[in-house]
Nanobody
Framework: QVQLVESGGGLVQPGGSLRLSCAAS????????MNWYRQAPGKERELVAG???????NYSDSVKGRFTISRDNAKNTVYLQMNSLNVEDTAVYYC????????????WGQGTQVTVSS
């Protein structure tokens, strides 16, 4: 059973930083594209950042310049460094592993809450 386990969420003041981690197990991590999504209350889940197996990154316009996604294939872990957080970043953040060649190989973590509040 593939597992994606997020950690690093919490409560932070506006302007602060958090670093999310997602540890993957029971999959060949290096061949998967890895993504971070988020879902705020009453809103649809949205893609925040992605990193391909070739380490090409992409970001939503709302986080570009503030968030950085990275991966460590030796540790089977993907990270999301979040800086200059604002209240609009409050959401549950989900890790996603997606195999480009096999669409059915798509896995999700359980999510980690990020709350930005003064």
């Amino acid at each position: 059973q593939v597992q994606l386990v997020e950690s690093g969420g919490g409560l932070v003041q506006p302007g602060g930083s958090l670093r999310l981690s997602c540890a993957a197990s029971r999959l060949t991590f290096s061949v998967y594209d890895m993504n971070w999504y988020r879902q705020a209350p009453g809103k649809e889940r949205e893609l925040v950042a992605g990193i391909t197996r070739a380490a090409i990154t992409n970001y939503s316009d709302s986080v570009k310049g503030r968030f950085t996604i990275s991966r460590d294939n030796a540790k089977n872990t993907v990270y999301l460094q979040m800086n200059s957080l604002n209240v609009e970043d409050t959401a549950v953040y989900y890790c996603n592993a997606h195999h480009v060649a096999f669409a059915s190989l798509d896995f999700w973590g359980q999510g980690t809450q990020v709350t930005v509040s003064s």
